[in-house]
């Protein structure tokens, strides 16, 4: 009887580990920099440290400083929050603030200057970007390439990822007054842009039903969807670096440091960290803060190199917490 109850102790173990992911310790020096907001989404550095921060319901937008003043500097009111759409991406870009948002009709990208913690003088980008009451996109970043990134969605109507002639379902690179590109297509709902040291373009994107996943994007690519969620191996699509079960992620906003991606996931209430290699190949993927704060979505890294990380508890699917939602300030390790 010894020797039996050993052996199924050894088995139970194995059968609880896992080959593709670890669980760690919370990463050192976590702290909460401002708390009492609603669904943070989108977040970007200003140049003295201070961040701007974007509100998806409310459609405000923030400063926040690293001592946690946090200043109303305009609520959009040409944004028309519902489901998954409202005020979403922003960017920085010298003397002017880059907004994503779902308007009356349609998702657009608006330019905005920024001075004396004000905006002024709106400028629509890229308009007629599809809208529904999910997959909407929303993420935008400067690339070391000093172009202006953007994700867009699907909005559930599948075939548009596919769609040359859609927006939906696509990167856009655009230039600072509005000349835009599809960079890739074959997304679903690409919420987490970053580049790490080499200039390399990855992006996190929700899957259906099976395996969320993280992309190298490269100018053209296709990845697939709807016609391959995850893995697929086809030679006309693009497979990912990472994936996960759909219940362990949900990856949403996305930054580079330390020589790893960080990603924050909603359904999977983590923060994951997904080391690269010189050549920017992914290691085994490594979970912090599982179950602490909720729902991770907004991920940014900061100027005195820290990661920003935003809760989305208050977006109709998460369970607030006293606080919520908050930011978080969070110092990687490797």
């Known amino acids: 009887m010894g020797k039996l109850r050993l052996i199924l102790v050894l088995v139970l173990m194995l059968a609880g580990c896992s080959t593709t992911t670890a669980e760690s310790a919370p990463p050192p020096g976590t702290r909460t920099v401002a708390s009492g907001l609603s669904v943070p989404w989108g977040l970007a550095f200003l140049p003295g440290g201070d961040a701007l921060v974007t509100e998806r319901d409310s459609a405000r937008v923030l400063r926040i400083s690293p001592g946690g003043q946090v200043k109303e500097v ?23 603030v880059f907004l994503y948002y779902t308007a009356a009709s349609d998702n657009r990208i608006v330019r905005y200057r920024f001075a004396g913690d004000a905006l002024s003088e709106p400028k629509v980008l890229v308009q007629g970007i599809p809208k529904g009451g999910i997959h909407n996109g929303g993420r935008l970043a400067f690339g070391p390439d000093g ?26 690179r655009l230039t600072t007054d ?72 949900s990856p949403s906003g996305m930054a580079y440091a330390a020589g790893s991606l960080w990603v924050g996931a909603l359904r999977g209430e983590r923060l994951w960290q997904i080391p690269l290699d010189a050549q920017g190949r992914a290691g085994t993927p490594v979970a912090h803060l599982t179950g602490r704060y909720g729902r991770l979505r907004a991920v940014a890294l900061a100027p005195d190199g820290t990661l920003w990380v935003g809760t989305s508890n208050h977006d109709g699917r998460g369970s607030p917490r006293d606080g919520d939602d908050r930011i978080l300030a969070i110092t990687p390790g490797r």
């Open 147 to 172: 172009f202006l990134y953007a994700s867009t969605g699907e909005t559930g109507d599948r075939p548009l990822a596919q769609d040359p002639a859609s927006l939906g379902g696509k990167i856009l």
């Open 74 to 96: 305009a609520t959009i009111a040409e944004a028309r929050p519902d489901g998954e759409g409202g005020l979403m991406g922003v960017a920085v870009k010298d003397e002017h």
């Open 178 to 249: 509005g000349g835009a590109s599809v960079h890739s297509l074959g997304h679903r709902n690409v919420q987490g842009l970053a580049w790490d040291p080499q200039g390399r373009m990855y992006a996190s994107e929700f899957g259906a039903s099976s395996r969320d996943e993280v992309n190298r994007i490269v100018r053209g690519g296709n990845y697939g969807w709807p016609e391959v969620e995850g893995e697929g191996g086809a030679p006309r699509f693009t497979d990912p670096i990472v994936t996960w079960p759909t219940s362990d992620a």
